[in-house]
């Protein structure tokens, strides 16, 4: 048993084998349906979100963890007196990293330290599996933290390329007007995490846009961190897929190349077809 106890929200979007392999346990965002609240990854699927959304025209709203829920997260390792480090998504964009400092405070516990991702998806899933080698390594919680936040955590670059619009309109993220309109011409925007926060870069239009979105990364994936590259998706078609991981592949950059799929926060706000690149820029020291 690692010592250091690694902890996740369940936006990391990692999936089930690299959580078993790395020893990872995740606490569930609430994905919101009408009146029910639902917990990210475990009770709801993205098929069902895109099912309730198309019918009521609605998008469902998320949610940080509720207290209750992380207080039972984190009892087990309390009682193991076991040092943790938990990596949540972006606190510009939830209050989950706040919700695990209140369970923290309510045993009174000192050893559960929170690391802000200033990410989302597999920009947070590459600082898990980081800082979860790091632990089974045997480095100190402390240690961990302080390698993530100064050394990592600034290199991470994520980014995904929407393919409708309708799903940021339904979200309040763009306008309607924009989002007909957007439809309408085929334009599918690429957005950027950047400080922690989503901002919109360029926009693309037509069948090669996936394949235009990755060549427009190309300079930096050449000079990535070639440990891991994370390519992610919200049901894309399998021949896109396929023709963005050959485009990796090609780079001769990264030892692992994961694909994942989006979970319910991303299928939320961005819907289906949407295709993300995520990666580290190369460790300049």
Known sequence: MNNVKLLADSTCDLPKDILEAYDISIIPLGIIMGDTVYHDGKDITPEDIYAWSDKTKQTPKTSAPNPQDAIDFIKP?????RPMVFLGISVSMSATCSVLQLAAEYYDYKELYI???????????LLVMKAATMARDGESAQNIVKYIETSLRPRVRSSFLVD??????????????VALLGNALSLKPMIVVKDGAMEVGRKYRGRSCYMNYAADLKEDLLHADPERVFLITSGCAQKIIDEVYHFLEELHVFREIIITRAGGVITCHCGPGTLGIMFAEGDAS
Do not use: F, M
């Open 164 to 177: 409708t619009l309708t799903y940021l309109a339904r979200g309040g993220r763009c306008t309607s007007a």
């Open 115 to 125: 690391i802000d991702s200033k990410n989302l998806s597999n920009g947070i899933g």
């Open 77 to 81: 390792y309390v009682e193991e007196k």
